[in-house]
């Protein structure tokens, strides 16, 4: 089945202790993305990747660090959480050649900062 | 700086009507992509159309259909026929192709009346 996964689906952490949500998908997309969703804010892009070894910044990368080493893995991580990291983190991918193609989107990591 | 902008936090319409959801963007990018999802209350987020800039025609998939004038700088989703599982948060987005960068909306929850 086509699909993204993430994990954890929910985390629940201190501020200051470093943790990393991954990603998978298996539909060989180049192009990766992180998004957080906020009440009243819609989706956010973090970082994207378009390739292996290829990021860059969305409109809110800061708190945030992101690797591609691999085509299907697209980790996030948060060096040093604080309690405004607290939200719905979203992973997606899609093909990257040309235009037009969908995002499929993870299931969602709730992330809670105390 | 490229944005886009759903103007109702909220709206109601009665089963089997159709209804409009509204959506502006801006950009000064000639070539974009400007996608409508739709996010249930179950949380996934569900691709629904796609519209390019270069795309002559409104885009149609099933009851949605994307109503793009160009020059108003508008993306509007009209859902005819609505059915009681259209209820759900409503996301309009952009992605300027010459930076693959994504820009959603702050989303549009519909609730369909039985």
């Known amino acids: 089945e086509a699909q993204v996964t993430q994990n954890p689906r929910y985390l629940i952490t201190v501020t200051g202790k470093k943790l990393t949500v991954t990603c998978s998908q298996n539909?060989?997309?180049?192009?990766m993305s992180w998004y957080r969703q906020d009440p009243g804010l819609g989706l956010r892009q973090i970082y994207y990747?378009?390739?292996?070894?290829?990021?860059d910044k969305g409109d809110v990368p800061e708190g945030y660090k992101v690797s591609r080493k691999e085509k299907r893995n697209f980790p996030l991580i948060l060096e040093s959480p604080s309690p405004n990291q607290t939200s719905l983190y979203f992973c997606?991918?899609?093909?990257?050649?040309?235009?037009?193609?969908?995002?499929?989107f993870g299931p969602g990591t709730r992330l809670t900062v105390t | 700086a490229q944005k886009i902008t759903q103007t109702q936090p909220g709206m109601f319409v009665q089963e089997k009507e159709a209804v409009t959801l509204d959506c502006t963007y801006d950009?000064?990018?000639?070539?974009?992509?400007l996608f409508w999802y739709k996010q249930p209350s179950s949380g996934e987020m569900i691709f629904l159309i796609y519209q390019g800039s270069y795309d002559e025609q409104n885009a149609t998939e099933g009851r949605y259909s994307l109503n793009f004038q160009k020059a108003r700088k508008s993306a509007n989703l009209v859902i005819s026929a609505s059915q009681l599982g259209d209820s759900a948060m409503y996301f309009c987005?952009?992605?300027?192709?010459?930076?693959?960068?994504?820009?959603f909306g702050t989303g549009t929850r519909l609730k369909v009346l039985a």
């Open positions: 990747s378009m390739n292996v070894e290829v990021t």
């Open positions: 997606a991918s899609s093909l990257f050649t040309g235009s037009g193609y969908e995002q499929y």
């Open positions: 539909m060989n997309h180049e192009y």
């Open positions: 987005a952009i992605q300027m192709l010459r930076t693959y960068k994504y820009i």
């Open positions: 950009t000064s990018d000639q070539s974009y992509g």
